[in-house]
């Protein structure tokens, strides 16, 4: 969805902007990861490199070349009644009870609000380098240090338990809600079900609609409570509710799932959702580097097989042992020498050529899979670096 997922991302910074491509099946693609983003230049957050990749935590973005305005049908209330009907007749087949179904749909209008916003998102460039500046302030970074210590315990037992380091699960989470503090309050069978009847995007947020609803059925959440973005993202990891029934983590043994309010549960579902998507706690996630003239050449001749699902991963280089890029003219930022470490990488060009090249590594990719955006990735990583462990 076109700004979905960075857009609402950067709605937490004050910004709005418009954002890059996100596959949908990959929900979000996230958990998980907000209802908007937006990424830039690079196509790039919802949420695995299978052929059939796993929900991410965020809404779908929309297909690269949308226009950016379009404009929204008049309003049918028969053909509403109608896709209602269907959705009530398909919950009772999914075994949801009636009496949940009832209560949920009961007087579910269509928001026309977010179909317009949905279709008339602002659609401009930002370089990789503002969008970074915009969300890696001194103030975000201090916030985001004073809450690692206060919550250094917590954070220890969190790693521990998912071999996620804390300074991850923070720059998610600072950059999804900003700390938390950022709380949407759309009522999320609506904007699912208005989604859901638009039919753009029809099968996706008529999935998640489901989803949803088996959270009500199952007794997750009660129905006045159930709110979040304008694009179905809830709580403070922004997980769309496919991803919150897959990685959603009740850490303290309470009995609820409460990304919500419970700074445990948060926590611990965003490291779930990394932990689920293949982070390695032995890695970091990469670094800046500089590469040859004679290398920017000759990138074409480095492409990615294969399709993981997430354009951002596919538009990557194939992964080369650090040896190998050291060979062809890869060198740190500084200008110093790649680590003699047996580990590979691809490399990143958030820009294009001419821009900051990223020679990235495994968890990366796990960072791509809660969003699918490069700028997104990039800056929760260099978040991460600034934020630290503690």
Not at 119 to 126: D, G, H, T, W
Not at 179 to 197: E, M, N, Q, R
Not at 330 to 340: N, S
Request: charged share 20%.
């Amino acid at each position: 969805m076109r700004s979905l997922r960075l857009a609402v991302v950067l709605l937490g910074f004050g910004l709005v902007v418009a954002c890059g491509w996100r596959p949908s099946g990959q929900p979000r693609e996230g958990a998980a990861p907000s209802a908007a983003a937006a990424t830039p230049t690079a196509p790039a957050v919802a949420p695995a490199a299978a052929s059939t990749p796993a929900a991410a935590p965020v809404a779908p973005t929309a297909t690269p070349g949308a226009p950016a305005s379009e404009a929204v049908a008049p309003f049918n209330r028969a053909e509403f009644d109608a896709f209602l009907a269907e959705v009530r007749s398909e919950a009772l087949q999914k075994g949801i009870k009636q009496d949940v179904v009832g209560t949920a749909l009961a007087g579910v209008e269509p928001v026309m609000r977010i179909i317009e916003r949905d279709r008339n998102q602002a659609e401009f460039k930002l370089s990789f380098a503002t969008y970074r500046d915009r969300v890696i302030t001194s103030a975000n970074v201090q916030r985001g240090q004073k809450l690692r210590d206060d919550h250094q315990v917590l954070l220890r037992q969190v790693s521990q338990r998912y071999g996620v380091q804390p300074r991850f699960v923070l720059a998610i989470w600072g950059i999804e809600t900003r700390y938390g503090a950022v709380k949407a309050d759309v009522p999320l069978i609506h904007s699912l079900a208005t989604l859901a009847f638009d039919r753009r995007r029809s099968s996706y947020f008529r999935n998640e609609l489901f989803s949803a609803l088996t959270m009500l059925d199952r007794g997750y959440i009660d129905f006045p409570t159930m709110k979040g973005s304008w694009a179905g993202a809830m709580g403070q990891p922004q997980f769309m509710p496919s991803s919150y029934l897959a990685y959603a983590e009740d850490f303290d043994g309470d009995g609820k799932r409460d990304i919500w309010g419970n700074t445990g549960d948060v926590f611990a579902s965003i490291a779930n959702y990394l932990a689920k998507h293949g982070w390695n706690t032995s890695q970091t996630w990469g670094r800046e580097v500089r590469i040859s003239a004679d290398l920017q050449k000759s990138l074409g001749n480095y492409p990615r097989e294969g399709r993981s699902g997430c354009r951002a991963i596919d538009q990557m280089t194939r992964d080369l042992n650090l040896e190998e890029w050291s060979k062809l003219g890869v060198r740190r930022a500084d200008g110093g020498e790649l680590p003699k470490a047996q580990q590979s990488g691809a490399l990143v060009q958030p820009d294009g050529a001419g821009g900051p090249t990223f020679l990235v590594y495994g968890n990366y990719r796990s960072i791509l899979r809660y969003n699918c955006a490069h700028h997104y990735a990039l800056t929760v990583s260099l978040l991460a670096d600034r934020l630290g462990d503690g």
